[in-house]
């Protein structure tokens, strides 16, 4: 097993954590490594907020930047409440590299988080054990609209 798989199942298991508890919003984990080391770890708060990449973030601080993030859902791209977005905490903090399990439909991620991110300068991967993490999912359903 690579150490991206040890790191993304670490980010699985905290996403199944908070199955059933997060509302609308999916139960999304996230973990930041770096230097080979975990520095921030998170999942989706109860009834949807913080989101996953926000926990880690606060939990990483200075370390996050250089870092690799593994996130099980991709980083929304907008928030319904103006807030910054996953996509956008993730690049101001300058994380290097964000290795994402699968895609968002929702119409606040649907590929906008990936697209900040690379405009920010950071390499993004996608697919990184996907069925596991879509099975988290599977009862999501995005606002389409």
């Not at 996403?15 to 997060?22: H, P």
């Not at 609308?24 to 996230?30: A, I, L, M, Q, T």
């Not at 977005?85 to 929702?106: F, N, T």
């Not at 920010?120 to 996608?126: D, I, L, P, R």
């Amino acid at each position: 097993m690579t150490a991206d798989e040890v790191f993304m199942r670490r980010a699985i298991v905290l996403a199944q954590s908070g199955l059933g508890l997060t509302g609308d919003n999916p139960s999304v984990g996230c973990v930041i490594v770096h230097d080979g080391r975990v520095v921030g770890e998170g999942a989706t708060g109860e009834g949807g907020r913080p989101h996953a990449e926000e926990r880690a973030l606060a939990q990483a601080g200075d370390q996050a930047a250089g870092a690799t993030a593994y996130v099980t859902l991709e980083p929304c791209g907008e928030r319904s409440s103006g807030a910054a977005s996953c996509g956008q905490r993730l690049a101001r903090a300058s994380v290097a590299r964000v290795v994402i399990a699968c895609e968002d439909a929702s119409i606040l991620a649907a590929g906008q988080g990936s697209q900040q991110l690379r405009a920010a300068g950071a390499a993004v991967e996608m697919g990184l054990l996907r069925e596991a993490a879509q099975a988290l999912y599977a009862g999501y359903r995005p606002r389409a609209e």
